[in-house]
């Protein structure tokens, strides 16, 4: 059985005490979740002070980016014993705004989870098409060269360590969302590229996150799908009360 798991992604929003107001009412709200992993993801400024608060916590924290190298003059940048020493458990990698407005390449993608994976830390690779892509009817030609070219030189050890995130690039901050089937058509995909990677029982193992507009209204149904196994969730894990309604809901499904 794989594990269900939330992260929420703040992206850039929160200072460190608006950042502590919202941990601090998701531990009352969730203390009672152990079938679920639950992350949060807040800016680089927050990540030491957050995860002092949620120690002894059933809730993880993660970074979202991270630099390959270990140290050096690479000014503006975090290394993996930054994340880690900072109380980092999970790093979200390649997300579609990291390659929409900063540059992310597969390359630099692969490059930052073998470097997150040797510092002990679980990568959240980021995978999926734009409106554009999925209109020329070129979505899983995209999300095949996101999974075949991140995992270049990934073993199947190390895999067993990641979450693979779909995320329908058209579907994030738009209010749209995948529908079910949608998603479960990506997902099924992305795991049958996974096993002819790695094989059957690897493939079965992996967790698969949907990213994109995820709401407590649309959670129940689309942890359904049999191989959508959690959410990446952005504007809905910035408020407690939907972010514990997902988490809640979605601990929920038996499959």
């Not at 794989?2 to 203390?31: D, F, H, P, S």
Request: charged share 25%.
């Amino acid at each position: 059985m794989r594990k269900t798991i939330i992260a929420g992604n703040w992206k850039m929003y929160k200072t460190i005490k608006e950042g502590q107001v919202l941990v601090a009412a998701l531990k009352r709200e969730l203390y009672k979740i152990e079938n679920t992993d639950i992350v949060v993801c807040p800016p680089f400024t927050a990540l030491a002070y957050l995860a002092d608060d949620l120690k002894e916590s059933n809730i993880s924290v993660g970074a979202q980016d991270i630099y390959w190298q270990e140290e050096g003059a690479f000014t503006g940048e975090v290394s993996p014993a930054m994340l880690k020493d900072a109380g980092c458990q999970y790093v979200i990698i390649g997300h579609s705004e990291r390659r929409q407005y900063f540059g992310e390449t597969n390359e630099t993608v692969n490059k930052k989870i073998k470097a997150t994976l040797k510092a002990g830390l679980f990568p959240i690779m980021c995978v999926g098409e734009n409106l554009q892509e999925r209109e020329a009817g070129k979505a899983f030609e995209v999300i095949e060269d996101h999974v075949a070219n991140g995992l270049s030189e990934i073993s199947a050890e190390e895999v067993l360590k990641m979450v693979v995130a779909y995320e329908p690039v058209w579907a994030i901050g738009t209010g749209k969302t995948a529908t079910p089937e949608q998603a479960q058509e990506v997902h099924a995909f992305i795991r049958g590229l996974l096993k002819k990677k790695y094989g059957q029982e690897v493939a079965g193992n992996i967790r698969i996150q949907y990213g994109g507009s995820v709401k407590p209204e649309n959670i129940t149904e689309l942890m359904n799908k049999s191989d959508v196994d959690g959410a990446l969730v952005g504007g809905a894990s910035l408020k407690a009360d939907s972010f514990s309604a997902i988490v809640s809901r979605a601990s929920e499904v038996t499959k």
